[in-house]
């Protein structure tokens, strides 16, 4: 059974800090995997999806990378601002069923 | 206008009473997913279709259903509702095909007194 963990639970940080978020899976049969943010009371906006086959994709301070070997992916915010704080969550699709498992995300606070 | 949206965003019930929570969507998907969020716990796959005639269990249906009225709409029932079914709930949809990227609704949060 795929299991996803993400590590910190939370995370504080004053603003302009880089910081970098975990995320790990257990079983590396995966099609993608996805970053999504979300703000309290809010659904879940994509950030970045990155193919199985891919190492890694970027969108303005945001980069992650995947490391489908080792079960790994880590999601870096450059130039930390306050408007980042948030809930990030990882989550993989599977190779069978074609589902989605989500880790139960990262609560991050950028302090100003 | 929301892509995907759900209705209703907040509802207080008592335990036993039938609840639907409504999503529709203008994305055009094929693929729509109901899933519940708990503290801590992340998000759980409840049920998901790939088409309107395609409904499929996820790791936690037990005390739901749903019905694909059209493409694009994707409802969820509790036919008797439990206090343990107090959570936010999210509808989902997303492209065919194995690297279709996922787009969340609001959310539903559903209180079962």
Known sequence: ?112 | DADVTQTPRNRITKTGKRIMLECSQTKGHDRMYWYRQDPGLGLRLIYYSFDVKDINKGEISDGYSVSRQAQAKFSLSLESAIPNQTALYFCATALAGASGELFFGEGSRLTVL
């Open chain 1, 1 to 112: 059974k795929q299991e996803v963990t993400q590590i910190p639970a939370a995370l504080s940080v004053p603003e302009g800090e880089n910081l970098v978020l975990n995320c790990s899976f257990t079983d590396s049969a995966i099609y993608n995997l996805q970053w999504f943010r979300q703000d309290p009371g809010k659904g879940l906006t994509s950030l970045l999806l990155i193919q199985s086959s891919q190492r890694e994709q970027t969108s303005g301070r945001l980069n992650a990378s995947l490391d489908k070997s080792s079960g790994r992916s880590t999601l870096y915010i450059a130039a930390s601002q306050p408007g980042d704080s948030a809930t990030y969550l990882c989550a993989v699709r599977l190779e069978y069923g074609n589902k989605l498992v989500f880790g139960a995300g990262t609560i991050l606070r950028v302090k100003s």
